[in-house]
């Protein structure tokens, strides 16, 4: 029998993202609108999508997209405008978390000048 490894085949990052390969600011903007998109899936649960075409004031097909998970094409500032109608209040935290990053360009910047 074979001498099989439970050892990973790729290294993570401990983020998903990261691990897809999008930069640091295509991750955070995703990160943002996932979290706002999950919020308005929570608070929608209390509606029927009859009342949330009211509610939104968007046509059924709208409202079914947007219960189904199809937001690529969804902006931030719509799913804002859906989370405000819904009685959402948007809090923000903003945290580095990621500050080697900055670091990194920054040194960056030096050796090239």
């Known amino acids: 029998m074979k001498n099989v490894s439970n050892k990973p085949t ?11 390969g999008f930069s640091p600011e295509q991750a955070t903007a995703l990160k943002f609108k996932a979290e706002l998109y999950q919020a308005i899936l929570k608070y929608s649960q209390n509606y029927s999508q009859k009342d949330l075409q009211v509610i939104l004031g968007e046509p059924q097909p709208r409202v079914s997209e947007l219960l189904n998970g199809k937001i690529a094409n969804k902006s931030v500032d719509k799913l804002l405008h859906y989370a405000g109608r819904l009685g959402i209040e948007a809090k923000t935290k903003f945290v580095q978390t990621r500050k080697e990053i900055v670091e990194k360009e920054l040194a960056m910047a030096d050796t090239s000048a």
């Open 10 to 20: 790729h290294v993570t990052h401990g983020n998903v993202l990261d691990d897809l």
